[in-house]
């Protein structure tokens, strides 16, 4: 598995976030429930505590190179 740092570029009410990972061609999308820690809150939620446009993210990717797993850094 590889981990690598993204921008979030877009989060939706509906529970899906965008992040542009530098070192790849395509966009990132991944669900709420793939953030560590942080299953069950609403978009809100994930907003009041930092989830937002222009937050960096560490992104876990499998061996098929989908989001695996994902945490918010501070």
Known sequence: ????TAKVIRVTEGG???AKDPTRPQVA????GKI???HGESAQELKSLGLRVGQEVSIEYD????VNSVWLKP
Do not use: H, I, P
């Open 1 to 4: 598995m590889k981990t690598n």
């Open 29 to 32: 999308g991944f669900d709420f």
């Open 63 to 66: 061996d098929r190179n989908l």
């Open 16 to 18: 899906v976030v965008y």
């Open 36 to 38: 560590v820690n942080y």
